[in-house]
Every structure is written in structure tokens, then in C-alpha cells.
């Protein structure tokens, strides 16, 4: 069984940064595809990027395409979210989710997800 925490939300101003943190525990990190995915008030949650397991390749939602950056550091067992340029519309919960196999957009298609962290983007 895997377990993944995220850590790194907060509240920040827009224009700023944050890094998200996904620590994962209780399985082989490295042949797992990991996403991050967010959900706003009252919206359906949405992908927001996702990195193979292996390749090293890695996909973005159009509304973060170069501002935000997804990486994993598989020694450490943990993937990240480095988050540039927030904006308001970036306000959401962020969950990170595990799957084996092939990356998906979809947050249903993953086997395990975290309990989410909270960013919040203010004016």
C-alpha cells in the first residue's frame, strides 16, 4: 500500500511561488506514473500535471503550461510541483495521486492519492 503526503501550500500573493512536496512511502516510487491534480471551491477537480515513471517525460494542463514544473526525485521517494507566476485562478486544494503503469489525465485512473494541501492565492 502506498501512502503519499503532501506538504509546501500555503498562502501567497499573486505573481509569487510555491513548491509542493508529494512524499510517498510504502512502495517502489520510481515505477509509479505521479500526478498532481487540484480542486477549487465548488469546481470539479482538474489535472494539472503528471510525470512518467520512466522517460522522465512529463505533461501539463494548459492553464499551468509554463508556469509550473512537476519533477520527482526518486532516491528521495517524493515529486514535486514547483509553481511560478500564481494566479488567483490557481486557488485550490492540490492532491498528488500514484499509479502503476502509464500516466493518465485522469484522477480516477490513479491507485493511490493524498489527502491534498491547501494553496491560496491572494491579490
Known amino acids: 500500500q502506498v501512502q503519499l503526503v503532501e506538504s509546501g501550500g500555503g498562502l501567497v500573493q499573486a505573481g509569487g511561488s510555491l513548491r509542493l512536496s508529494c512524499a510517498a512511502s510504502g512502495g517502489t516510487f520510481s515505477r509509479y506514473a505521479m500526478g498532481w491534480f487540484r480542486q477549487a471551491p465548488g469546481k470539479e477537480r482538474e489535472f494539472v500535471a503528471t510525470?512518467?515513471?520512466?522517460?522522465?517525460?512529463?505533461y501539463y494542463a494548459d492553464s499551468v503550461k509554463g508556469r509550473f514544473t512537476i519533477s520527482r526525485d526518486n532516491a528521495k521517494n517524493t515529486l514535486y510541483l514547483q509553481m511560478n507566476s500564481l494566479e488567483l485562478e490557481d486557488t485550490a486544494v492540490y492532491y498528488c495521486?500514484?499509479?502503476?503503469?502509464?500516466?493518465?489525465?485522469?484522477?480516477?485512473?490513479?491507485?493511490?492519492r493524498g489527502q491534498g494541501t491547501q494553496v491560496t492565492v491572494s491579490s
Open positions: 495521486a500514484a499509479r502503476i503503469g502509464y500516466i493518465s489525465y485522469h484522477f480516477g485512473d490513479y491507485d493511490y
Open positions: 510525470a512518467s515513471w520512466i522517460g522522465g517525460s512529463t
